[in-house]
């Protein structure tokens, strides 16, 4: 097993390093870990998605199929890979990305109350989408009341669970499309569902299943 500490200075250097070796010297599938360098994608963020697609099945051993296109999907279609935004050799993106606020005022998006107190979005009113992967505070808390536990996953070793860190972010949204079933996400009908379980729109799969068609 490889543990890879990333520390903020030359981070440029260290992100296509990491990727080119992983990838040239078979310590994962292909399909698995991503090339040396992708346009758009910020070397520490396709780091990111790397790393959380194969710790994937350590965290979800029933879980098998997720590979770091299917990550650069979900991010792309949720932020556009952070566009925008520095990301820092800890993995944190700044400035921090928020979704709308979710009060009813946005037609087609859930009324959501408070549920972290401001902590991750900066609201103590409503709720939004926090972060690459726009995960909604109560999901990554677990305080939503859905009763699936805390999505929020510590993917650098810092022992934080930060939803505006890449490698938190990207480790947590691998874990969430896992699920808790047994599955196969080499299968386009598994996929399907668990990116339904992400965003549950049709609309949504499509658009992320095209994106991670792009890069396999």
Not at 5 to 10: E, G, N, S, V
Not at 101 to 107: F, I, N, T
Not at 175 to 193: I, K, N, R
């Amino acid at each position: 097993k490889v543990l890879l500490i990333l520390a903020a200075p030359a981070v440029a250097a260290v992100a296509m390093l990491f990727v080119a070796l992983f990838a040239a010297t078979g310590l994962g599938a292909p399909a698995i870990i991503a090339p040396a360098a992708v346009a758009g994608i910020d070397p520490t963020l396709l780091i990111a998605y790397s790393q959380a697609a194969g710790a994937a099945a350590e965290q979800r051993p029933d879980c098998t199929g997720m590979r770091w296109s299917v990550l650069a999907g979900v991010g792309m279609v949720e932020t556009q890979h952070a566009a925008g935004r520095s990301i820092d050799g800890s993995g944190r993106v700044t400035p921090p990305i928020y979704g709308p606020l979710l009060d009813g005022s946005v037609p087609g998006t859930a009324r959501i109350r408070d549920t972290d107190g401001g902590r991750y979005d900066g609201n103590q009113s409503w709720d939004r989408a926090v972060g690459p992967m726009q995960f909604l505070p109560g999901t990554w808390s677990g305080s939503g009341g859905n009763g699936s536990g805390a999505a929020g996953r510590d993917g650098n070793g810092d022992r934080q669970a930060d939803p505006h860190n890449v490698f938190d972010a990207a480790l947590a949204a691998a874990v969430y499309l896992c699920g808790t079933d047994p599955a196969d996400l080499l299968d386009s009908g598994a996929l399907a569902v668990a990116l339904r379980r992400y965003n549950d729109s049709a609309v949504y799969v499509a658009e992320v299943m095209g994106r991670r068609t792009a890069h396999d």
